[in-house]
């Protein structure tokens, strides 16, 4: 018997009969002798539609009620849930953030879970009921409903399945695993049948939204098994892992040790509406980056790469940076406000960018891989604007209408097309 929480997300509930499937999953599992919790989200498309009430509503609207809005869609999907296995003949309770409960701090809108309180769902397993919580939301430390970000509820899964200690969290969506690329770009790409965390983080904080960055740090740091699988599977089918033989399918999300042939490049990412930022003739002083990127993070602008010029005379030097383009006025405006905190002789920007990245672990042990990208990139005629690297990892930032172009020529480069 396994301890096991079995996520949803939206396509997986996008109405009753979806949920009927998913409950079947849900079914098949504690028919084997499972003990089983399950976290859902909202219907596809009705967190966008909240999100759009909202904004309608007011522009400058209070986090707190935003939250209060779009936390709905999962208290909704989580009752269906709970009635349609009820119904299966399963015992169900929904829960909702706040009655597991799940702490949060209070940033509303981008909440981080500070704790959970197993016992409500623990003791209810014990008893051969199925927990079913809402995912994306929790509650704040005074008491108010709060949300974790677009497509928290791979977080709220992973955080659950590490307070109840399951031996593994299913993660059920529209594809049937994590791929080289995403599959909607590149129809190429290929299924990984395991995928290392720190490949897994990059892929996610680099674009690839199949799993939330945040519950992949959360699956690392409490060595959760996280498996990625499609909701699609029928349910009644034997259970084949990639190899063929009996077991979960899916990709399996896990260390790196479990990763018999590490490959260099395991997968490309793409993330679009990236916008640049230059200042030029910034004096070249200790203290001038941090006034910078100091006054931009007290506005809550995230910035992402940061390319500094070795200065030419010694006095100023020209620093460039990325932004989301929906922050891209804001950061604008922050820095021309900033009076002499911070010095430059001109800023220039644009819109339009896409960071381009290639992830594998093998990098770490192969030269090479940042001067084969550029390559590649150059043979397509792909301007290159920015490059970062880390140990596993070389992105950069190029024009927009070339992105796809870009993603699909490094996926062929790096022999990652199905044959
Ligand atoms: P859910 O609603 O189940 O949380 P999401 O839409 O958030 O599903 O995530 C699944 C989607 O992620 C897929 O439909 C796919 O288009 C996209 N995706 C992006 N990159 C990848 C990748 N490397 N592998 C698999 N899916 C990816
Ligand atoms: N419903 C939320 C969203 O659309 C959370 C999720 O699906 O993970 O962002
Ligand atoms: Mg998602």
Redesign the pocket.
């Given at each position: 018997m396994a301890r096991i929480v079995m996520?949803?997300?939206?396509?997986?509930v996008a109405d009753v009969e979806r949920i009927r499937q998913a409950a079947r999953h849900v079914k098949r599992e504690v028919d084997a002798g499972n003990e089983v919790a399950v976290v859902v989200?909202a219907m596809?498309g009705k967190t966008n539609e909240l999100v759009g009430w909202v904004n309608s509503a007011s522009r400058l609207h209070d986090a707190r009620e935003y939250d209060a809005v779009v936390a709905s869609g999962e208290q909704v999907t989580a009752g269906l849930m709970a009635i349609v296995l009820s119904d299966m003949g399963i015992p169900s309770r929904s829960f909702a953030g706040w009655q597991v409960p799940i702490h949060t701090d209070d940033a509303h809108g981008a909440a981080r879970i500070t704790g959970i309180e197993p016992e409500a769902l623990t003791s209810r397993m014990a008893e051969g009921i199925v927990p079913v919580v809402t995912g994306f939301q929790g509650v704040s430390p005074s008491g108010r409903i709060t949300t974790l970000g677009r497509?928290g509820?791979?977080t709220s899964a992973v955080a659950v399945a590490a307070a109840v200690g399951a031996d593994r969290c299913d993660?059920?969506?529209?594809?049937d695993?994590?791929?080289?690329?995403?599959?909607?770009?590149v129809p190429k790409?290929q299924?990984l049948n395991r995928i290392a965390f720190e490949e897994m983080l990059e892929?996610a904080s680099l674009?690839?939204?199949?799993?939330?960055i945040r519950s992949v740090e959360l699956a690392m740091a409490h060595k959760v098994r996280l498996v990625?699988r499609s909701?699609f599977d029928d349910p009644d089918a034997p259970q084949i892992a990639p190899d063929g033989t009996p077991g979960i399918p899916g990709?399996l999300v896990c260390d790196e040790e479990e990763i018999m042939e590490k490959q260099i490049v395991s997968?490309v990412?793409l993330a679009k509406s990236e916008a640049k930022i230059t200042l030029r003739d910034v004096k070249d002083k200790p203290g001038v980056a941090a006034a910078i990127f100091g006054t931009l993070a007290d506005q809550s602008i995230v910035v992402d790469m940061i390319v500094q010029n070795i200065s030419d005379d010694g006095a100023t030097t020209d620093i460039t940076f990325t932004v989301p383009e929906s922050e891209y006025d804001k950061a604008v405006a922050t820095l021309e406000g900033a009076g002499d905190r911070i010095e430059y002789a001109k800023l220039s920007g644009s819109k339009g960018g896409a960071k381009i990245s290639v992830v594998g672990v093998g990098m770490r042990s192969h030269a090479g891989v940042a001067s084969s990208m550029f390559k590649a990139l150059a043979d397509k005629g792909i301007n290159i604007q920015l490059i970062t690297t880390s140990e596993i990892k070389t992105s950069v930032l190029i024009d927009e209408q070339y992105a796809e172009l870009a993603v699909r020529a490094l996926h062929t480069y790096y022999g990652l097309d199905k044959q």
């Open positions: 996520k949803f997300g939206g396509t997986s989200s596809s497509g509820s791979d993660i059920y969506t529209d594809v695993g994590v791929y080289t690329t995403d599959p909607r770009i790409a299924r892929m674009g690839a939204k199949v799993l939330m990625v909701t990709t997968g990412t």
